[in-house]
C-alpha cells in the first residue's frame, strides 16, 4: 500500500469529515497532503467524534443566580437545596456552581455574562428581576441553555418555570380562616407582580371558604428578602389586630414574631418551625429538584428545548410542611381532604364566584379564571383590606 493510500485509509477512518478531506486530496499533490495531513491527524480525534461527544468523559457546568443569601430557610435556600439534588443525582457528569446576593439590576446581567463566558452549559437564574437580563446575555450566547425562575419571556435558548404557589397558599388560608379568633389575617407582602398577588389572593380565597368573615391586611415590604423590614411588617400587623401571619417574604422575622406574642404564622419557600416552634402551623414549601433534574436529563439527552413550566403539588414541585400538633384532627381532616383534591383536578382554587375588592364578579359561579389572566393576575379579591399598591 502505497503511503498516500495509508493517508487516504486513515482520513476515511475519521468519519465524513475526515472523508471529505480524502476527496480533496486526489486534486492535492503528495507535497501538499503531507502537509494537511500534519494538520488532520492532530485534530483526527476531535473531527471523528459526533456532536457532544467529546463531552462524554468531561462533566458539563450547570450555573445558578441566586437572588438572595443560601443561608438555612426560604427562597434561595431551597433552590439551593435543587442544586445540590442534580450534583447527586448527576455525579461526575454534571458540575454545578453558582452567585448568591446577586442584585437585580446591571450586577446580574454580569454575572449571567460571566457563566456564560466561563463555559456554563446551562444557567438558571432564580428571580423574576432577572428576566431582561437573562434575555440580553441569551442573545449574545445562542449555544448557552437558560431557564429563568418566574418570568414571562422565552428565546430559543431561553425556557420559564414558575411554581403554583397558590396551591399551598389556598391550603394555608384554609388553617388560618380556622385558626383565627380575631377575624384578622396578616400578609406580608414583597414586590406587588402577579407572582405574590395570585398568593395573596389564594390564600384569602382559602380563608374565607371556611370564615367568611375574614379580612386579610397586608404590608408590602417592597424587598423579596429584608429581615429588619419584614419583622417591622409583622409586628405592624399584629398591632392591627392579625393574629394569623402569612408572607411572601424569605426571612423567618414574621413567624420569629409571631412566636414571641402568641400569634401563628406561616413559614414561605421552606420549613421555619424552627424558629416559632408553638406559632409555626405549616409551611408553603418548593421542591426545586425536581424541575432542576428534569431540565439537565433533557440537555444531556439532546432533548432540551425552550418550554412554559408551571408545575405544583401533583408534580411534587410545591409541599406543604408537617402540621403542627395545635392543628385539631378533624380541621387536618379538611385540609388533606382539599390537598387531595387540588392533586387530582377536582378542585380550583380560582373556581367561581369571585369577586374583587369592588365587588365586581370577576369569575362567575361555575366558571374557572382562564390560565392566562391567571399568570397576568393583578388584581386583588374581596376581603383582602388593603389596596393594591400603584
Known amino acids: ?82 442544586r445540590k439534588s442534580v450534583e447527586a443525582a448527576f455525579a461526575g457528569r454534571v458540575r454545578t456552581r453558582y452567585v448568591e446576593n446577586v442584585p437585580e439590576s446591571a450586577d446580574a446581567e454580569r454575572v449571567i455574562r460571566q457563566f456564560a463566558q466561563d463555559g456554563c452549559a446551562i444557567v438558571f437564574t ?43 397558599a389556598y391550603l394555608l388560608g384554609i388553617l388560618a380562616g380556622s385558626k383565627t379568633k380575631s377575624n384578622t389575617l396578616g400578609y406580608l407582602g414583597s414586590i406587588p407582580i402577579p407572582e405574590v398577588l395570585r398568593n395573596l389572593d389564594a390564600f384569602t380565597l ?69 424558629y416559632g416552634k408553638r406559632a409555626h402551623l405549616s409551611a408553603n414549601t418548593v421542591n426545586w429538584g425536581v424541575y432542576y433534574r428534569h431540565k439537565i436529563q433533557q440537555l444531556l439527552d439532546g432533548q432540551w428545548k425552550p418550554e412554559d413550566t408551571k408545575w405544583g403539588m ?33 378542585l380550583s382554587v380560582f373556581a367561581g364566584p369571585i369577586r374583587d375588592q369592588s365587588g365586581k364578579v370577576v369569575v362567575p359561579a361555575g366558571g374557572v379564571l382562564p390560565e392566562a389572566d391567571l399568570w397576568s393576575l393583578k388584581w386583588l379579591v374581596e376581603g383582602i383590606d388593603t389596596p393594591l399598591p400603584q
Not at 446575555?137 to 404557589?165: L, S, W
Request: proline share 4%; aromatic share 8%.
Open 1 to 82: 500500500m502505497s503511503r498516500l493510500d495509508a493517508v487516504r485509509q486513515t482520513l476515511g477512518r475519521l468519519g465524513h469529515a475526515g472523508r471529505a478531506i480524502a476527496d480533496a486530496a486526489d486534486r492535492l499533490s503528495c507535497s501538499t497532503l503531507g502537509v494537511v495531513l500534519g494538520h488532520t491527524l492532530a485534530v483526527g480525534a476531535l473531527v471523528a467524534l459526533p456532536a457532544g461527544a467529546e463531552a462524554a468523559d468531561k462533566p458539563i457546568d450547570a450555573c445558578f443566580v441566586y437572588s438572595g443569601p443560601v443561608g438555612d430557610g426560604g427562597w434561595t435556600y431551597q433552590h439551593d437545596l435543587g
Open 126 to 168: 432564580t428571580s423574576f428581576g432577572f428576566m431582561e437580563p437573562t434575555i440580553k446575555v441569551a442573545k449574545q450566547f445562542p449555544n448557552v441553555v437558560f431557564e429563568h425562575a418566574t418570568g414571562y419571556k422565552t428565546a430559543k435558548n431561553v425556557g420559564i418555570y414558575q411554581t403554583r404557589f397558590y396551591e399551598g
Open 206 to 274: 382559602g380563608a374565607r371558604s371556611v370564615n367568611p368573615a375574614v379580612k386579610v391586611k397586608v404590608v408590602w415590604v417592597n424587598s423579596w428578602y429584608n429581615p429588619g423590614l419584614e419583622r417591622q411588617a409583622a409586628e405592624t400587623l399584629a398591632a392591627q389586630g392579625a393574629d394569623v401571619l402569612y408572607q411572601n417574604t424569605d426571612s423567618p422575622a414574621a413567624v420569629q414574631v409571631a412566636e414571641a406574642k402568641g400569634l401563628y404564622a406561616f413559614g414561605q419557600d421552606s420549613d421555619m418551625s424552627r
Open 314 to 346: 401533583k408534580e411534587g414541585m410545591i409541599e406543604l410542611s408537617p402540621l403542627n400538633a395545635e392543628v385539631p384532627q378533624t380541621l387536618a381532616k379538611t385540609f388533606d381532604e382539599k390537598r387531595k383534591a387540588i392533586i387530582d383536578g377536582k
